[in-house]
């Protein structure tokens, strides 16, 4: 699914789509393409292979085509633009939007149409961006696949919950699109997929008007072909909005500056196989030997391999606690009236989190900062945590999104993660890379990206 390198040199307005977000920009700047034009340019992707896809939840041609000749006439009058001035991008369906049907990935919201925008989405369209439409969520965005198929293999998950995002992305029916992340949800789909994936630090990126999972855990993420793209629309939507409880007044963190910034020495890696390293598949685990291996021959030293102490041992069971004691709370609406249209594994999820006390609760809660609290002292030695970003390939089969169990330490202590589309199967199916930086250092972790990138191309 990746882009000719051609593509820009013979510009055609038909073959937008094929720009990243970027590129697209630069395009529209110039005057060489029109919003118009970009939009009618995914849609006509979207026309081409979506049926065999199944990214989107709700698309409506004409809003999003209202929205590009607007931008277009904005431009024309000279005024100052955004900075995803006439850039479509998808929006997950449990992130509320004013002009599209917001169901959760479920038949117990159909219909469902919110009055106003998720913040996110109001600063989207602040900057200019074009909604094109809303991507597939699983169910409540948990755990029960949606239609969405991988594009690399339609046999294969493409992951979850944000399986549309990530899909419509690598199937370049988009730019760019947004996504949650609670367990995996993000970078997870970013892996199989094959594309780039960006979970920020805790409570970066607002939440409201988005489905209430898990507070303590809840974080909105990012899809794009291209680290510049993600840098982009990060850049956008790390803003703050006191309607997020759960946010703090921060300065945004700069990402698309930062990002090209010169590293003032050669940077230092750790690898962490987490104690869920039994459950990593060979070819993954052959895959990060040669990936070590190439880095420490091209920079002496670079990455040292570091095991995570017997803390984190209980970590996982701490995540499930939090996770399905938030879900029976802000799921007892859709169980009370809808338990029996729910799929087995979120009604087994939520009888689980029924069952948990305020107190098991309350201590696995506070137990949250001593395994953040240890990960920065580990970032007081290194510059950024390398660790698969999933088991192994997307795995065969639609009937389950794979395990996210490589991501639930940096969801659970709020860590910056970014899925870089590095590795590859036998079978051509796409291993990511998940690189982990600091809580809150969110563009130095873009940075080191960049230069981990730089490194191996070199």
Same mark, same amino acid.
């Given at each position: 699914?990746?882009?000719?390198?051609?593509?820009?040199?013979?510009?055609?307005?038909?073959?937008?789509?094929?720009?990243?977000?970027?590129?697209?920009?630069?395009?529209?700047?110039?005057?060489?393409?029109?919003?118009?034009?970009?939009?009618?340019?995914?849609?006509?992707?979207?026309?081409?292979?979506?049926?065999?896809?199944?990214?989107?939840?709700?698309?409506?041609?004409?809003?999003?085509?209202?929205?590009?000749?607007?931008?277009?006439?904005?431009?024309?009058?000279?005024?100052?633009?955004?900075?995803?001035?006439?850039?479509?991008?998808?929006?997950?369906?449990?992130?509320?939007?004013?002009?599209?049907?917001?169901?959760?990935?479920?038949?117990?919201?159909?219909? +469902?149409?919110? $009055?106003?925008? =998720?913040?996110?989405?109001?600063? %989207?369209?602040?900057?200019? #961006?074009?909604?094109? !439409?809303? /991507?597939?969520?699983?169910?409540?965005?948990?755990?029960?696949?949606?239609?969405?198929?991988?594009?690399?293999?339609?046999?294969?998950?493409?992951?979850?919950?944000?399986?549309?995002?990530?899909?419509?992305?690598?199937?370049?029916?988009?730019?760019?699109?947004?996504?949650?992340?609670?367990?995996?949800?993000?970078?997870?789909?970013?892996?199989?997929?094959?594309?780039?994936?960006?979970?920020?630090?805790?409570?970066?990126?607002?939440?409201?008007?988005?489905?209430?999972?898990?507070?303590?855990?809840?974080?909105?993420?990012?899809?794009? +072909?291209?680290? $510049?793209?993600? =840098?982009?629309?990060?850049?956008? %939507?790390?803003?703050?909005? #006191?309607?997020?409880? !759960?946010? /703090?007044?921060?300065?945004?963190?700069?990402?698309?500056?930062?990002?090209?910034?010169?590293?003032?020495?050669?940077?230092?890696?750790?690898?962490?196989?987490?104690?869920?390293?039994?459950?990593?598949?060979?070819?993954?685990?052959?895959?990060?030997?040669?990936?070590?291996?190439?880095?420490?021959?091209?920079?002496?030293?670079?990455?040292?391999?570091?095991?995570?102490?017997?803390?984190?041992?209980?970590?996982?069971?701490?995540?499930?606690?939090?996770?399905?004691?938030?879900?029976?709370?802000?799921?007892?609406?859709?169980?009370?009236?809808?338990?029996?249209?729910?799929?087995?594994?979120?009604?087994?999820? %939520?009888?689980?989190?029924?069952?948990?006390?305020?107190?098991?609760?309350?201590?696995?809660?506070?137990?949250?900062?001593?395994?953040?609290?240890?990960?920065?002292?580990?970032?007081?030695?290194?510059?950024?945590?390398?660790?698969?970003?999933?088991?192994?390939?997307?795995?065969?089969?639609?009937?389950?999104?794979?395990?996210?169990?490589?991501?639930?330490?940096?969801?659970?202590?709020?860590?910056?993660?970014?899925?870089?589309?590095?590795?590859?199967?036998?079978?051509?199916?796409?291993?990511?890379?998940?690189?982990?930086?600091?809580?809150?250092?969110?563009?130095?972790?873009?940075?080191?990206?960049?230069?981990?990138?730089?490194?191996?191309?070199?």
């Amino acid at each position: 699914m990746n882009r000719p390198a051609t593509a820009v040199q013979k510009f055609d307005p038909d073959s937008a789509y094929l720009l990243s977000a970027c590129e697209a920009r630069r395009a529209i700047v110039d005057g060489l393409l029109s919003a118009e034009e970009m939009v009618t340019a995914c849609f006509r992707r979207i026309d081409e292979i979506e049926d065999g896809i199944g990214a989107w939840a709700h698309l409506d041609r004409e809003v999003a085509l209202e929205q590009a000749r607007a931008a277009d006439a904005f431009r024309r009058r000279g005024l100052a633009t955004g900075p995803l001035h006439g850039l479509p991008v998808g929006i997950k369906d449990i992130i509320d939007t004013a002009d599209y049907p917001t169901e959760y990935g479920t038949e117990l919201h159909h219909g +469902r149409q919110p $009055d106003h925008d =998720a913040t996110l989405v109001g600063l %989207l369209k602040e900057a200019g #961006a074009i909604i094109l !439409g809303k /991507t597939v969520s699983t169910e409540m965005a948990v755990y029960g696949p949606g239609k969405t198929r991988n594009p690399h293999h339609p046999e294969h998950t493409p992951g979850g919950s944000s399986s549309g995002s990530a899909a419509a992305v690598a199937a370049a029916m988009v730019p760019f699109a947004v996504g949650t992340q609670t367990n995996g949800s993000v970078i997870r789909p970013a892996s199989y997929c094959g594309v780039y994936g960006y979970k920020p630090s805790f409570a970066r990126v607002s939440r409201h008007g988005v489905l209430r999972q898990s507070p303590p855990l809840d974080t909105i993420g990012m899809f794009a +072909r291209d680290l $510049d793209d993600l =840098a982009l629309i990060a850049d956008v %939507l790390l803003r703050f909005d #006191a309607q997020d409880p !759960g946010m /703090t007044p921060i300065a945004p963190p700069c990402i698309s500056r930062i990002l090209h910034e010169e590293v003032p020495v050669d940077l230092h890696f750790a690898f962490v196989r987490t104690p869920a390293w039994e459950q990593v598949e060979t070819v993954t685990k052959d895959g990060f030997r040669e990936l070590i291996d190439e880095l420490n021959r091209r920079h002496p030293d670079c990455v040292d391999i570091f095991d995570l102490p017997d803390l984190f041992a209980g970590l996982f069971e701490d995540h499930r606690i939090v996770m399905e004691a938030d879900l029976a709370r802000n799921f007892a609406d859709e169980y009370a009236r809808g338990k029996d249209r729910l799929t087995p594994v979120l009604r087994e999820m %939520l009888e689980r989190g029924q069952k948990i006390g305020d107190r098991e609760y309350d201590a696995a809660v506070a137990r949250m900062p001593d395994y953040s609290g240890f990960l920065g002292q580990v970032f007081e030695d290194y510059d950024a945590i390398l660790t698969p970003s999933t088991p192994g390939p997307a795995p065969a089969g639609l009937d389950a999104t794979g395990s996210p169990v490589m991501n639930t330490i940096w969801t659970h202590c709020g860590t910056p993660a970014l899925n870089l589309p590095l590795l590859q199967s036998p079978q051509g199916l796409p291993i990511g890379v998940q690189l982990v930086g600091a809580r809150d250092d969110d563009a130095r972790l873009f940075r080191n990206a960049r230069w981990l990138l730089n490194s191996l191309n070199d």
